[in-house]
C-alpha cells in the first residue's frame, strides 16, 4: 500500500503562486511515476503533470509553462510549483502514485483561484 498526503492549498488571487506538496510512505518502492491531478465541479478528474522515477516530466498544455513538477526523493514528496495562476486552475488537486499498474491517490486539497 501506498499512502499519499497532499497539503498546500488555499485561496489565492489571479496571478498568484501556491505550491502544493504530497508526502508519499508506507510502500514506495517500486513507485514508476507520480503525478498531480485536478476536479474542478461537475467535471471530470484531468491530469495535470506528472514525474517519472527517471525525472522525466510531462504537462498539459493548459499548465505547461506556469506549474512545474519536482521531487525531494529524500523526503519522498512531490511539489507542484503553481505560477500565473487564473480562476479557471481552481480545483481539488489530487496526488497519484502508480506501482506496478496501479495508481493510488491522496485524499485531495483545494485550491481556489479569485480575487
Known amino acids: 500500500q501506498v499512502q499519499l498526503v497532499e497539503s498546500g492549498g488555499g485561496l489565492v488571487q489571479p496571478g498568484g503562486s501556491l505550491r502544493l506538496s504530497c508526502a508519499a510512505s508506507?510502500?514506495?518502492?517500486?513507485?514508476?511515476?507520480m503525478a498531480w491531478y485536478r476536479q474542478a465541479p461537475g467535471k471530470q478528474r484531468d491530469l495535470v503533470a506528472r514525474?517519472?522515477?527517471?525525472?522525466?516530466?510531462y504537462y498539459t498544455d493548459d499548465v505547461k509553462g506556469r506549474f512545474i513538477i519536482s521531487r525531494d526523493n529524500a523526503k519522498n514528496t512531490v511539489y507542484l510549483q503553481m505560477n500565473s495562476l487564473k480562476p479557471e486552475d481552481t480545483a481539488v488537486y489530487y496526488c497519484?502514485?502508480?506501482?506496478?499498474?496501479?495508481?493510488?491517490w491522496g485524499q485531495g486539497t483545494q485550491v481556489t483561484v479569485s480575487s
Open positions: 508506507g510502500g514506495i518502492s517500486g513507485i514508476t511515476s
Open positions: 497519484n502514485a502508480l506501482k506496478i499498474g496501479r495508481f493510488y
Open positions: 514525474i517519472f522515477s527517471g525525472g522525466t516530466t
